[in-house]
């Protein structure tokens, strides 16, 4: 009997495209969900800005004149960070012996974890220049960090890339790409259905962490304790990620005979994945910060 699952459906990575003799262009759905994600945080923020019963004595850190010069800086440290973060996190020996396809990254290849050191160096910098308090601005990026997050793997999705591990849910989705030869049983179809984890990770680090912070911030004031947002969404993301992460297809360079489960470290017959080993510390650190500014 062959096992149920979902085909993927007909959908293209390229939203439309155009070309006029040698010049082409092409908006793809994941640069669109970068648009979309940059455009309605700025929008929230904006409206956080003006709203000053939300923070500490009842002034907002900055003008919102200012989150266009902030939106320049966060743009810049999440398509570094994210794209420097790909190359030393996940594909270093590769890229030493090809540097100049480094600044390729129309190509693919970007690290949350890389982005999101890259928005804390750039919002540090903003917020020395303008001298604007740091906690309270990230605090501010962490309540719509969760929008671009989900819109990034729905964009994911939509494109068949960074598909799970194979299984036999009925949920499972047979994506292009994903051979049968790389399904640990007898699979009567010429593709292996996977668990669509792009989907787990939009509902559980967009969606829901999305709903928490927003609940945190205008029902329960949290905005005037900063960095206790911040600290909610670092460990909510890094528990979140983690989690999928049992779901989640490793990447290629990690998978060999001896490792088919793509753990970077072996704990017995357990491991953990290059995504989880990058989470934990987030987790950790998302504690601390809450525990220590809500005790304060």
């Not at 940059?38 to 409206?47: A, D, P, S, T, V």
């Not at 036999?168 to 984890?197: E, I, K, N, Y």
Request: charged residues 10%; contains cysteine; positive net charge.
């Amino acid at each position: 009997m062959s096992p149920f699952a979902i085909l993927f459906p007909d959908l293209s990575p390229e939203i439309f495209s155009v070309e006029i003799g040698s010049f082409s262009f092409a908006l793809r759905w994941y640069a669109l969900a970068y648009i979309a994600g940059f455009l309605f945080g700025w929008w929230i923020i904006i409206g956080l800005m003006k709203r000053a019963a939300l923070w500490p004595a009842n002034t907002a850190p900055m003008e919102p004149g200012r989150v266009e010069g902030l939106l320049t800086y966060v743009i810049l440290g999440v398509i570094l960070g994210g794209r420097l973060g790909y190359v030393l996190f996940y594909q270093p020996g590769y890229y030493l012996s090809h540097p100049a396809e480094i600044l390729r990254i129309w190509e693919g290849g970007m690290s949350f974890h890389g982005g999101f050191a890259g928005v804390i160096i750039a919002g540090l910098i903003f917020c020395r220049r303008h001298s604007v308090p740091p906690l309270q601005i990230a605090d501010a990026m962490a309540l719509v960090a969760p929008i671009g997050i989900g819109l990034g793997r729905f964009a994911n999705f939509i494109n068949a890339e960074l598909w799970g591990r194979p299984t036999l849910q009925p949920w499972g989705v047979v994506f292009p790409g994903a051979q049968a030869q790389s399904c640990p049983w007898d699979w009567p179809m010429p593709f292996c259905a996977r668990h669509p984890t792009q989907l787990y990770e939009a509902a559980l680090e967009g969606v829901l962490l999305f709903v928490v912070l927003a609940w945190l911030v205008w029902r329960r004031g949290w905005l005037k304790t900063p960095g206790a947002v911040t600290g909610v969404f670092v460990a909510g993301y890094g528990l979140a990620r983690f989690i999928v992460e049992f779901f989640r297809q490793p990447d290629a360079q990690f998978i060999t005979l001896d490792n088919p489960m793509g753990h970077v470290l072996s704990l017995g017959p357990l491991g953990l994945t290059m995504g989880q080993m990058l989470s934990l510390p987030m987790i950790v650190a998302g504690l601390g910060l809450l525990f220590w500014r809500r005790r304060a």
